[in-house]
């Protein structure tokens, strides 16, 4: 039995991987002087082979803070014991018709470094922190086989359309204890979206 197991079983699992690797990890919010790791995290973590130049979400993420959509307290990183930031979470102005909401991405943890809890870690610590500033749900674009474990459902469970229909099957949310049944809608990204 790891530690966590008892106190907060919810969490064990991530607790127990991170305890395998022998791995510390804290979360935290970004800080001055952390875009350019971000950007490098980010860079390795959707990097493809023989491709030019940076991938177009680390750029994203760079476009996203020079943008009235960004929400600093939800640029979340995970350093290791060392300092060095091995992962990211960013959490943006979203909104379903008028409702501001969440966009939620990108999501990177460093190459060398997945499959040890960091991106859970990470996936946990930013819906807390949305759920304590009073957002009322998350929408994401991604792999409903990952985010599944987070609480997300695909989108239309609550009738909210994604920005194009053909993303259904891979456009989900997640709600937050703000959440009411009447935010129903067409969601939209904040613009930097629109550019990738
Ligand atoms: C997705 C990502 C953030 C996960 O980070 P991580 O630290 O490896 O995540 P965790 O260790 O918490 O969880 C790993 C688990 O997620 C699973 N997983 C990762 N990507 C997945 C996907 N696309 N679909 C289903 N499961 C996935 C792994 O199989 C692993 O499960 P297993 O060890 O039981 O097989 C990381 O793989 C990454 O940065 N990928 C490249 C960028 C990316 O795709 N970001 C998400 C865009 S929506």
Redesign the pocket.
Known sequence: MGAGDDLCPRYSV?AR?LARHGGIVLIRREAAGDAAAIRAVTAA??GRPGEAGPPA?ATLVDELRASGAWLPGLSLVALDAGGDVI?HVVGTRGHVGQAPVLAL?????H?D???????????HAVLGAGDALGEPLVA????P??YRRFGFRLSGEYDIDPPRPRWRPHFQVRVLSAYRPGLRGTFAYPEPFDRT
Not at 140 to 143: V, W
């Open positions: 991530v991987r973590a959707f979400e992962g991405g990108p999501l990177s943890v190459p470094r997945q499959r040890r809890g960091v991106g859970s870690a990470l996936m994401l674009l991604g792999s086989g990952y």
